[in-house]
């Protein structure tokens, strides 16, 4: 949920600066325009799903802000009901099966480091956003 002043987080796409600053040139570039998470990482840490008005500051590779996004819209379902009308819109893949070999292998990552399993009937979030501002 979004705090006081709107902003529900600030972080960096991707897990090294090299993914950060591509995932960047993809979002400001209009290519990206949705992410999607392990529904059990939000669980575990406790972290709020996002909602649609959330805004967040993406961060550049050295960790500066460079733009703003707005969530739109926020879908919760299982993984493998994950289409490539959807996932296209992370505009990281060009086919579903890349997209789920890829995406599968970080989410099983993620789960593993909480000691769980992520299974393909594991639930995702898959949020899809709007640039509002960038610098």
Request: some cysteine; hydrophobic content about 35%.
């Amino acid at each position: 949920m979004p705090s006081d002043t709107g902003c529900y987080d600030a972080f960096a796409f991707g897990a090294s600066p090299h993914q950060a600053a591509y995932l960047l040139g993809l979002i400001l570039a209009g290519d990206k325009t949705a992410t999607s998470s392990a529904v059990l990482e939000y669980e575990v840490t406790e972290t709020p799903i996002p909602e649609p008005g959330a805004l967040s500051i993406v961060l550049n590779e050295y960790g500066q802000p460079s733009c703003v996004i707005e969530t739109h819209t926020v879908h919760r379902l299982p993984f493998s009901e994950v289409d490539f009308t959807l996932c296209s819109k992370e505009g990281e893949d060009e086919n579903l099966a890349s997209w789920q070999n890829n995406h599968l292998d970080f989410f099983k990552e993620i789960a593993h480091e909480f000691g769980l399993e992520f299974t393909k009937e594991s639930e995702i979030i898959f949020e899809e956003f709007r640039v509002v501002y960038s610098s």
